[in-house]
């Protein structure tokens, strides 16, 4: 099977500008989840669609959105970009959202957004 | 709210000795944690992971960890390092339902020849 594929893989990108980005998961895979990583914060959870729902949400500005098509793609939008937007963004597939399944994440290899 | 802490922000480790990268959580219930590998420009690859069962979990690479409950500890293990083995090492717990997963700050693992 394919992994996870994120496109673009690097973006730069000017403040104020918008931007978005795009994860196909593993195929099979209907819970996609997005993550923030910068040296700083480290690790960061952004948010997690299923079946076209998002079902958890971090805490980020409402300047950070996604969505999910009927073929389980994500796509998550940066609105209005700050200079402390710049990180890797990374995208992560598993089987199921249900509370309380066991099931792992599979990560992509990010985007890497620079903001000058 | 659930956590982790990784108390060392790097291992130095010579090949072929075993290796150990500590993990402690702090969970309200059952845990469900993970352990997660990072190599350069890469994202980050699923080692393994505690759901329920036995204390010792095995996982890809040759890596396994050992879950202590009345330790709160979940640290990760392997008999032999390798230099392929360094990398940026992440313990993670997920939070509540779905598919949320708190990480900790990473731990570099240095494998030296």
């Known amino acids: 099977k394919a992994g996870v594929t994120q496109t673009p893989r690097y973006l730069i990108k000017t403040r104020g500008q918008q931007v978005t980005l795009s994860c196909s998961p593993i195929s099979g895979h209907r819970s996609v989840s997005w993550y923030q990583q910068t040296p700083g914060q480290g690790l960061q959870f952004l948010f997690e669609?299923?079946?076209?729902?998002?079902?958890n949400k971090g805490n980020f500005p409402g300047r950070f959105s996604g969505r999910q098509f009927s073929n389980s793609r994500s796509e998550m939008n940066v609105s209005t970009l700050e200079l402390g937007d710049s990180a890797l963004y990374l995208c992560?597939?598993?089987?199921?959202?249900?509370?309380?399944?066991?099931?792992?994440?599979?990560f992509g290899p990010g985007t890497r957004l620079t903001v000058t | 709210a659930q956590s982790v802490a990784q108390p060392e922000d790097q291992v130095n480790v010579a090949e072929g000795n075993p290796l150990t990268v500590k993990c402690t959580y702090s969970v309200s219930g059952n845990p469900y944690l993970f352990w997660y590998v990072q190599y350069p420009n890469r994202g980050l690859q699923f080692l393994l992971k505690?759901?329920?069962?036995?204390?010792l979990v095995k996982g890809s690479y040759g890596f396994e960890a050992e879950f202590n409950k009345s330790q709160t500890s979940f640290h990760l293990k392997k008999p032999s390092a390798l230099v392929s083995d360094s990398a940026l090492y992440f313990c993670?717990?997920?939070?509540?339902?779905?598919?949320?997963?708190?990480f900790g700050a990473g731990t570099r693992l240095a494998v030296h020849p």
């Open positions: 993670a717990v997920r939070e509540g339902g779905y598919n949320k997963l708190i």
């Open positions: 505690y759901i329920t069962g036995d204390n």
């Open positions: 669609y299923f079946s076209e729902t998002q079902r």
């Open positions: 992560a597939s598993s089987q199921t959202s249900f509370r309380d399944s066991g099931y792992e994440q599979y």
